[in-house]
């Protein structure tokens, strides 16, 4: 992506290309006033209303406070809360 113009965000699972349904620019935007809205670009480019998302240090919801949660099928836990260590996941 050059010149800034919009394409079709693509990326390659299991070596196959898989449209993303989004268009990004090729200036995607790195700056974010707080870790919550820079999440939220992360949900919104890489997420479909549906998906399930397993969030392994969820706490208490901080990075998810500007998204939408019933949008999508959200396993959340965190060390803390639940006792669940994410260093142990497969």
Do not use: H
Not at 21 to 33: F, M, Q
Not at 39 to 58: E, H, N, Q, S
């Amino acid at each position: 992506m050059t010149g800034g113009r919009m394409e079709k965000r693509k990326m390659k699972i299991m070596s196959k290309d898989v449209d993303l349904g989004v268009e990004v620019s090729d200036t995607l935007n790195t700056i974010c006033s707080s870790n919550d809205e820079g999440f939220k670009r992360i949900i919104d480019l890489y997420a479909r209303p549906g998906d399930i998302i397993v969030d392994p240090t969820y706490g208490n919801g901080v990075f998810w406070k500007q998204i939408d949660k019933s949008k999508y099928n959200l396993l959340a836990s965190d060390l803390k809360v639940d006792k669940i260590d994410m260093k142990s996941l497969p």
